[in-house]
């Protein structure tokens, strides 16, 4: 009986030290990104040594995809679907800007960090392609459904999160003043 009970609590420990690791890179992702990010500061972090790290994540990649599934699980971005039954554009568009500049706004910091990696970084840029790519691939299906070449590359505009933080940050609009801002630009490019 002692040693079926200590198999679990070892797995339960085990599953413990790999959240500990995540939730350590993940951190470290929001502070200096993950390009920075090295196995010894998420180590030091997480307070293992590296050679448990690497137990648990053997490279790069597995750690990176680890992260991202566990942002993505804590707070997913919204789901293009529930927007699908809205037929007015405008409206549509207005009630998605609502939920992904929320999103945004909540995730400001890491958002800001993956975006620049990506542009140098191969496994952020897989990373982020993997996870993010659908998501947006899907907003551009539905919100740009019916809507002329101008309008499109507009939304395309709205989506983007250095629009919402130009907006929000740089020019200091409120999350609705910005996207009244974005959904009036589409409106206006008829």
Not at 133 to 155: D, I, S, T
């Amino acid at each position: 009986m002692t040693r079926k009970y200590t198999l679990k609590r070892r797995a339960e420990q085990q599953a413990e030290t790999r959240q500990r690791i995540v939730e350590a890179a993940v951190d470290l992702h929001s502070t200096v990104g993950p390009a920075a990010t090295t196995i010894s500061m998420v180590a030091e972090r997480a307070g293992v040594q590296r050679h448990t790290l690497y137990a648990h994540f053997p490279d790069e990649l597995s750690l990176l995809t680890a992260c991202s599934g566990h942002v993505e699980e804590q707070d997913p971005l919204p789901d293009a679907q529930a927007w699908r039954a809205i037929a007015d554009p405008s409206t549509r568009l207005r009630i998605a800007l609502g939920g992904i500049y929320a999103w945004y706004a909540r995730n400001a910091s890491l958002a800001a960090c993956v975006l620049r990696d990506t542009e140098h970084h191969p496994l952020v840029r897989q990373i982020s392609a993997m996870r993010w790519g659908p998501v947006f691939g899907a907003y551009h299906e539905v919100l740009e459904q019916g809507l002329n070449e101008r309008q499109r590359a507009l939304v395309g505009l709205a989506l983007s999160y250095y629009t919402w933080r130009t907006l929000t940050r740089d020019c200091k609009l409120t999350q609705d003043a910005a996207i009244d801002t974005m959904v009036q630009a589409v409106d206006c490019a008829k």
